[in-house]
């Protein structure tokens, strides 16, 4: 029997490269990606598949040789990100026109994770058992304004949305997909500029194990060999977890300010899914880079 598959993105440094080593210790198989090489070569269970994810090419190819190399792929962790590429107000200056700003941010930490989980969706459908999990990183910067870094707390807010309103599609659908989101707080990683770790207060500072205990929570990795890993109806499903030094929070959305406000956020959904399912599945099966209008 072939081994459980997993693929993990930016898995050169940070929580993407302690999860390989985790999934290593349960006995995955384990395709990591990254633009750049892992710092050690981590064995014979190992695929390490260079990509930058802002790219559909290059995360089409990654997921393709993936479900290759055993026939399966069960499940992903959407990790890759970049912290801010351009400014707003401080950069403001009035004797020049603007310059168009670096959305780059924008590419890599929220359309790239819809890039994966549209190709999760299509792999993990060919399984032998359909289905599989996959896991976004958000952010805490994505429960609670970040100023210093507006693009990322704007994409990992994005995250969360995405995974919230992804996630009841997933399962509606009976996919045996489930998509959730993690929301670490402060974690000491490559992705932090030089200076900030150095001397960000060690109290505040929130441990990989909390991170590593989280996915265990969310994925289950120790029973994938069993079918109701992917079909039981008791996975969780659209969880946003935050991660906060020893402790993970499930969080909800907020709270409705009425009865309408309730409503239309878990009563509504047929007239939504009326107006919008076949419209949206029309818009995924045209070739529009090839010119088609949908407008």
């Known amino acids: 029997m072939s081994p459980a598959v997993a693929v993990a993105t930016g898995a050169s440094s940070g929580i993407g490269l302690a999860l390989p080593k985790h999934l290593l210790s349960r006995q ?107 896991v976004v990183t958000a952010s805490a910067a994505g429960l609670y304004a970040l100023p210093a870094i507006p693009q990322y707390s704007a994409t990992k807010h994005g995250l969360v949305g995405l995974t919230r309103s992804l996630a009841p599609l997933a399962d509606r659908r009976a996919s045996n997909i489930t998509l959730n989101a993690l929301c670490p707080a402060m974690v000491a990683t490559g992705l932090a500029p030089p200076g900030l770790t150095d001397g960000f207060p060690a109290e505040h500072t929130t441990p990989m194990l909390t991170l590593l205990r989280a ?44 009865g309408s406000h309730q409503w239309m956020s878990t009563g509504s959904s047929e007239y939504w899914a009326k107006a919008y399912a076949e419209r949206n599945r029309w818009f995924a099966e045209m070739d529009w880079k090839a010119g088609s209008n949908g407008a």
């Not at 929220?110 to 060919?126: E, N, Q, V, W």
């Open 28 to 134: 995955w198989a384990v395709v990591t990606a990254d633009i750049n090489p892992p710092p050690a070569d981590l064995g014979p269970s190992t695929l390490f598949v260079p990509c930058d994810v802002s790219s559909w090419e290059q995360q089409a190819a990654l997921f393709a040789r993936a479900f290759a190399w055993h026939d399966r792929l069960d499940f992903a962790a959407l990790n890759a990100g970049i912290d801010d590429r351009d400014d707003i107000f401080a950069s403001i200056d009035t004797t020049t026109s603007p310059r168009e700003p670096n959305m780059q941010t924008f590419q890599t930490n929220l359309i790239a994770p819809y890039y994966g989980i549209k190709l999760c969706a299509h792999y993990m459908s060919r399984n032998a058992v359909p289905g599989g999990k996959i």
């Open 215 to 258: 996915y265990d929570d969310l994925a289950h990795f120790g029973g994938v060999a069993r079918d109701e890993w992917r079909t039981s109806p008791r996975r969780p499903n659209g969880c946003i977890v935050e991660c906060t030094l020893a402790e993970t929070h499930y969080r909800d959305p907020p709270e409705a300010p009425n």
